[in-house]
């Protein structure tokens, strides 16, 4: 195969062995394409067409419009946007004829055999442009149904939908038409408004005429006596150094405003209010706490310099709605809320009646936490062996600033774990932070992304980690499907593909994981569970002519598929070495757990190729080299020169480095990427498919963390050759004399 990069601009030609430096320059790159941002916010209407638990959007027209006539037309219109030219799986389930339009060009039309079964999916693929794409679904009522289900084709790769029109912009979800008699002549699309349209579209945004006369707590949150609410809005004060603002409002309750923490003004007296009030310069918080005496409550507020207005903004840049103001409630009124707390958004609050979040003045609209990062704050199995292998660089390294942006991703995570169970609850299940996890189904969701966890936990105090490691712990202990002999297999999912397989790539998802489980709470019984697992693996997976494993079991076959996957193996021997590390000395299946490391090391260095990688499918030389198989057998060879557990050492030393030297020739170049490391896998008995369809990808989070474990193990396997060599056992001998250093080299 073609090299990914010309030879002088590999790591290796710019740093030669020192191992540092590529760690280094892998470590800055991740780190400048990943910013720390924070999530983001968006307006959330919880009516119409919203999605489920499976992650695709529910359109029920028949209860939309029952009065609806057979042969009317509803139109669905949402956008999306593309980054560049591609294609989008899109999955449809019709309840009734179906035609899918995007960029307003027909890209689709259902047949009466997609009709015929209404729980039955159907994918195709969409095509986009680069930037906006309008998606519109039409449906036609028949006396069969009104509508469909639509959406991503799996729940695991979840992807969203955001209002079309500019009224709308920034906020989740599909508008759609009232019923029409006839086709529309045009369908909607690009530059196209609501009020151009000609259209009433739904969901409605707008209170009615009485809401509108209510004060804004009382059409949010109902009459709740006893209750206060809290309303949050951000001020622009432009005075220099401290200056004198006019407030003024209504008010149907008592109310208190503070402004940057200090209270400016408050009244128990319902009507018209006017005060002056003394702001520092700058953006500060105006919070309005609102009492509920029975009846009517809310207010109206403004902020003037002179007969300038202070400019308000949403406290949370909302992506939706102008709506400068989020309100939460109902609170208990005493005691009195700590505003300071409640500005924390990555929380849910208690609340009377259960936890709550915040919400906008309109119609059943909330605030919602998506994570539209790439990579920074997201929960999956790559991202848990990235940030593992990113830890141990940046502690080798004494790189603190790496240290502190990956307790940052943590911290991100742990924070917003609760609110994460809360969204699934209270939104019908398809969450956008850590859908994974919410989600969770498999030991893919929890295992990897734990044990990373769990290891930032040994150097870092993590508030909230302790919650989400009992929360996998209870997943993979009492949920996760096992055969009779306790063995994990994939049952069950989301994603039917995998259903009853067990695949190399579980003992990743679940061992690390048991292994600092047991480490954390001392009960050897997660231990136990993890050392068993490889029992059963290996009686279902190993392939004893070549002393490596198969990449899955279909038990549908009762058959191994045969083809021993590089990846998939270096989990399995990555894995073992981190059981190893911490399974007691005089465990019962220590033993045999060691002899099947030692059988296993054999078998993939007899598969080394003359530069020093291994190849994607181990025994097929026309197969690709592959960065992180090479990767996973350099750390685990590494490791088990350093712990003794290899009986011959001398050749796994050996094939380390020259592992790691080819790893820096082929797979790093001098900006700190990665090649060559495949993607994410399915599963097939044809090898080919590994080879010709299962390719690399730049910087695939597959890869990264690895490459990065192994120059960690390379660092400590060099330290550990120096302490134990006879040079470094025996005093220094006297340095030569001067006449004998200058000696010709024939006299020596």
């Known amino acids: 195969m073609e090299p990914y990069f010309a030879e002088h601009l590999s790591m290796f030609a710019l740093a030669g062995e020192q191992v540092e430096k590529s760690l280094d320059g892998i470590m800055r790159r991740y780190r400048g394409q990943h910013p720390p941002h924070a999530p983001t916010y968006r307006a959330y209407q919880q009516r119409g067409i919203m999605r489920g638990p499976d992650y695709r959007y529910h359109a029920d027209f028949n ?89 991503t084709w799996l729940g695991k790769l979840a992807y969203y939908f955001l209002m079309p029109t500019d009224e709308r912009a920034g906020q989740e979800g599909w508008i759609y038409c009232e019923p029409q008699a006839a086709e529309l002549p045009v369908v909607p699309g690009d530059g196209e408004t609501e009020a151009g349209s000609g259209l009433t579209w739904r969901p409605r945004q707008e209170w009615t005429k009485p809401q509108q006369a209510l004060g804004q707590c009382r059409r949010i949150f109902g009459a709740v006596p006893g209750a206060c609410a809290v309303g949050w809005t951000k001020g622009l004060f432009l005075r220099e150094g401290t200056g004198k603002y006019a407030l003024r409002g209504r008010c149907s309750a008592p109310l208190t405003v503070t402004i940057a923490d200090q209270p400016v003004f408050s009244t128990r007296k319902a009507g018209a209010f006017a005060a002056t009030v003394t702001v520092p310069f700058g953006r500060h918080d105006i919070m309005v706490q609102a009492e509920c005496l029975g009846g009517d409550w809310g207010y109206e507020l403004a902020l003037a310099d002179g ?273 190893l590390a911490v399974l007691p000395a005089k465990h019962a299946l220590r033993p045999e757990l060691l002899a099947m490391f030692r059988e296993l090391c054999a078998g993939y260095l007899a598969l080394q190729d003359s530069s020093g990688m291994w190849h994607q499918v181990l025994n097929e030389a026309d197969s690709y080299p592959e960065t992180s198989c090479t990767s996973m057998f350099a750390y685990a060879f590494a490791r088990g020169v350093q712990y003794g557990w290899l009986e011959k050492p001398a050749a796994y030393t050996r094939s380390v480095f020259k592992a790691w030297e080819a790893l820096n020739r082929t797979a790093i170049d001098q900006q700190g990427n990665v090649h060559g490391v495949c993607r994410g896998s399915e599963f097939s008995y044809d090898s080919s498919y590994y080879k010709k369809e299962l390719l690399s990808r730049l910087n695939d989070t597959h890869g990264i963390g690895i490459v990065l474990l192994a120059g960690v193990e390379v660092i400590r396997l060099t330290r550990h050759l120096q302490k134990t060599s006879p040079a470094a056992a025996q005093p220094a001998k006297p340095a030569a004399s001067r006449k004998a250093r200058s000696a010709p080299a024939a006299a020596r």
């Open 63 to 151: 209860q939309e419009f029952p009065a609806a006539a057979h042969g009317t037309y509803v139109y669905a219109w949402a956008r999306i946007w593309a980054d560049a030219v591609s294609t989008i799986r899109f999955d449809l389930t019709c309840h009734s004829p179906a035609v899918v339009y995007c960029n307003r060009q027909c890209v689709h039309r259902s047949s009466i055999f997609e009709e015929r079964y209404p729980d039955a999916r159907h994918t195709l693929e969409i095509p986009l442009q680069t930037g906006w794409n309008h998606v519109v679904l039409r449906f036609k009522k028949t006396r069969g149904g009104f509508g469909g289900v639509f959406g």
């Open 307 to 579: 007969d300038v207005p202070v400019a308000l903004s949403s406290p949370c840049n909302l992506q939706g709605p102008p709506l400068p103001w989020i309100y939460l409630g109902p609170l208990p009124a005493d005691p009195a809320p700590d505003l300071a707390r409640l500005r924390q958004l990555n929380r849910v609050f208690p609340a009377l009646g259960g936890e709550t979040y915040w919400r906008l003045d309109a119609p059943d609209m909330w605030v919602r936490i998506y994570n539209d990062n790439p990579l920074f704050g997201h929960w999956n199995y790559p991202l848990g062996v990235t940030i593992y292998g990113l830890l141990h660089s940046a502690r080798a390294l004494g790189s603190d600033e790496m240290q502190r942006y990956l307790l940052e991703h943590i911290q991100f995570s742990c924070d917003l774990f609760p609110y994460a169970l809360w969204d699934k609850r209270q939104f019908g299940g398809a969450t956008n932070v850590h859908h994974l996890l919410t989600s969770i189904d498999s030991l893919d969701d929890c295992g990897s992304f734990g044990s990373c966890l769990l290891e930032m936990g040994k150097y870092f105090k993590v508030p909230g980690l302790r919650g989400i490691a009992d929360y996998v712990a209870e997943y993979i202990s009492r949920r996760q499907v096992r055969l009779p002999d306790g063995t994990f297999f994939r049952k069950d999912l989301m994603h039917t593909f995998h259903e009853d397989t067990l695949w190399a790539d579980d003992l990743y998802m679940s061992v690390p994981f048991l292994c600092r489980y047991y480490e954390l709470t001392g009960e050897a019984r997660y231990v136990d569970d993890a050392a068993r697992q490889f029992l059963g693996f290996k009686q279902l997976l190993f392939i004893p002519e070549l002393k490596v494993m198969s990449h899955v079991y279909d038990f549908t076959r009762q058959l191994a598929t045969g083809v021993p996957w590089g990846r998939g193996n270096g989990w399995v021997i990555f894995s073992l070495s981190e059981l």
